[in-house]
């Protein structure tokens, strides 16, 4: 059975969440200081152990999930043995966490109650695009899990080619719950297009060299996270963690 899960107001909420993909350092540090230069409180899903690890943990205004990747066990390409290692591996890091979003959203029963087992109370694997003319909703199920869906996520954005949902009023007069789902790579290419990524991607653990592939452009990844960012605080909405819809 699934349940209407609403204890929480959250009209006037923006969720920002991050899913880090194994970026470089200062790829992530990147996205920590336009955070950190307007005091915005975000969710960020962890995908391995490294030195910026320290200074997300450290910030008061961020939540640190999970973001395992089974795809390696999906193509029969990994000897990590089972898809629990994965996320053990991961809570081994988090302990905890109480949040978790897969790499690529998958996602299944068996694994929910996994995720369940190890203490995690949100799940956030559901896409549900604005344009989809569904209102998003957390909602309990069979185990207790939250699920949270996210109305935008930037790579499915770019791979639709939806450059008119850069229109902010679409975001700001939905009637659900908005939660956003970034990736620190794209931030700081602002990324506008798939294929600004893939000619980056052969440079994705050289900051440097990123850097050169960056879109100087209005529009783009970066651009949208700022102007949201600043539009969101003009329009007097707060900016959320996910573990609050939990209270």
Not at 190 to 219: C, V
């Amino acid at each position: 059975m699934i349940y209407q899960y609403a204890n929480f107001n959250y009209k006037k909420s923006i969720f920002l969440t991050f899913d880090i993909d194994w970026a470089h350092d200062d790829v992530i540090k990147d996205t920590i200081e336009i955070l950190n230069a307007e005091n915005i409180k975000a969710t960020f899903f962890i995908t391995h152990d490294c030195e910026v690890l320290n200074e997300l943990r450290s910030n008061k205004n961020f939540e640190l999930g999970i973001h395992p990747n089974f795809n390696p066990l999906l193509n029969a390409e990994s000897d990590l043995g089972s898809f629990t290692q994965v996320i053990d591996y991961l809570m081994q890091l988090m302990p905890d966490a109480k949040s978790v979003r897969s790499h690529s959203l998958v996602q299944s029963s068996r694994i929910l109650d996994y995720f369940a087992s190890c203490g995690l109370r949100i799940d956030a694997n559901l896409y549900i695009p604005v344009n989809s003319d569904i209102i998003c909703r957390p909602f309990s199920i069979w185990n207790n899990i939250l699920r949270v869906p996210h109305f935008w996520e930037d790579d499915l954005h770019l791979l639709g080619n939806n450059t008119e949902n850069y229109d902010l009023s679409i975001f700001f007069n939905y009637e659900g719950l908005k939660v956003f789902d970034f990736h620190p790579i794209h931030v700081y290419l602002n990324t506008e297009s798939i294929d600004r990524y893939e000619n980056a991607k052969p440079h994705y653990h050289n900051a440097g060299e990123l850097l050169k592939f960056r879109n100087h452009g209005a529009d783009g990844t970066r651009q949208f996270l700022l102007d949201l960012i600043r539009e969101s605080k003009s329009r007097g909405f707060t900016f959320k963690l996910l573990e609050e819809l939990l209270t």
